[in-house]
């Protein structure tokens, strides 16, 4: 007969075993040096929020007063498309990924810390 406590053990070491690989992994691939490979990674350290700037610019346009009215008109949407990007846009990093996968490992050795 398998213990069940001994089963859940087994499969959380698996689990930290996959994510101490996968924090290897992120941290190995940060510290390439090629240009060609740092420039690609750039974009990955530095995610770019396209909706961020979309509500700025359409914020300022919003306020800024024009007799016409025609920048009122444009910053509006400007703002809900910015909203709308930002709900539908992953802007992870690289630094967030490695971030939540150590806070993952702490949070797995804990558990099987305080099991056995």
Not at 59 to 81: K, N, Q, R, S, Y
Request: hydrophobic share 35%; proline share 5%; aromatic share 6%.
């Amino acid at each position: 007969m398998n213990d069940p406590l001994k089963a859940r053990l087994a499969k959380l070491q698996k689990f930290s075993a996959s994510a101490k690989r996968r924090a290897n992994l992120y941290s190995d691939i940060a510290k390439m040096d090629d240009s060609h490979t740092a420039r690609s990674l750039g974009a990955l350290q530095k995610a770019p929020a396209p909706g961020k700037k979309l509500q700025k610019i359409g914020f300022l346009m919003l306020w800024i007063p024009e007799p016409t009215g025609v920048t009122c008109a444009i910053g509006g949407p400007m703002i809900v498309a910015g909203r709308y990007l930002d709900k539908k846009y992953n802007g992870s990093t690289l630094h967030d990924i490695g971030h939540h996968t150590k806070s993952t490992m702490s949070t797995i050795s804990d558990f099987k810390n305080s099991v056995t």
